[in-house]
């Protein structure tokens, strides 16, 4: 079918990121918020920053922590993070780099920021989603990959986009990252008065999130740190910049099961939950 054929997705709201700062690092919360508790299966968005670190700063203060059930893909626009988990693996990502940590059956990690970084201090940017994982998956192998800008394709669109395409498939190119699940994961400029469309079929779920600047989706304006959520209706999202614009767009099927949460775990059960507690005490995590 031709892209002029398809039928646009309506906008069914948007939402507004909650500041949730924590220690003196300014994040914004687009997801859950009291408005919008999950775009299934996404189930979490952070935004840190953007802020200006001065120099001998403490850096980020995410020490270590356990996940279990679910993938942590984290977008570092401006400044680095220093990356340990209980699996071994150790990596220092830089600005325009991607981090994704399959958290599976239990994973203890840290997210710092590195020596260099706290001692001149500058700008730090990044995003944080959190993707679910069925009920198959919650207890699969824990894994870690992270990449430098280098290695994450920068393609630019005939609308004027540039597209640094993450995961999954698009316009015949394929990121560098494969997710256990069907994930296209991308985030993308526009400046003023550029456009970009794409076509996503209408029963996978969109999330839509504004970084920076403004933008006008299927009629609909979207401000920055504001998150759009869309009807099933309609396979073609057409966006025009108002304002110069970063945006993160990422889709995929929604899992429809049930999402127990608590802290860093994410299940389908309480017992479950209860499970993960236990072994995280007991010392499972560690590798």
């Not at 209980?86 to 990502?93: A, D, K, M, Q, Y």
Request: glycine content about 10%; proline content about 6%; hydrophobic content about 40%.
């Amino acid at each position: 079918m031709r892209a002029d054929a398809l039928t646009a997705r309506t906008v069914q709201d948007v939402f507004p990121a909650i500041r949730d700062d924590i220690a003196d690092l300014h994040t914004w919360r687009a997801l859950p918020t009291e408005h919008v508790w999950m775009v299934d299966p996404f189930l979490f968005l952070n935004h840190h920053g953007r802020q200006v670190y001065p120099r001998n700063n403490r850096g980020l203060p995410f020490g270590p922590h356990p996940h279990r059930g679910f993938e942590t893909v984290t977008f570092i626009l401006e400044g680095d993070i220093a990356h340990r988990d209980s699996g071994g693996h150790e990596s220092v990502i830089g600005a325009g780099g991607v981090q994704w940590m399959t958290a599976g059956s239990g994973l203890i990690h840290s997210e710092t920021s590195s020596d260099v970084f706290k001692k001149n201090g500058g700008p730090m940017e990044i995003l944080q989603l959190w993707v679910n994982l069925p009920a198959r998956l919650k207890m699969t192998q824990p894994a870690y990959r992270g990449l430098q800008q280098e290695d994450i394709p920068q393609i630019a669109d005939a609308g004027g986009a540039l597209v640094h395409l993450v995961s999954g498939e698009w316009n015949g190119h394929r990121g560098p990252f494969t997710p256990l699940l069907d994930i296209v994961s991308m985030w993308f400029t526009l400046s003023a008065g550029q456009q970009f469309s794409l076509s996503i079929a209408s029963q996978r779920a969109v999330f839509f999130y504004v970084i920076h600047g403004s933008v006008v989706v299927n009629g609909r304006t979207v401000d920055a740190r504001h998150l759009a959520t869309f009807a099933d209706d309609g396979e073609q999202l057409h966006i025009s910049a108002s304002a110069d614009a970063v945006i993160l767009l990422c889709h995929a099927e929604p899992l429809d099961e049930p999402v127990v949460s608590h802290g860093p775990f994410v299940m389908n059960t309480h017992d479950e939950i209860r499970q993960a507690i236990a072994d995280y005490q007991a010392g499972k995590f560690d590798g």
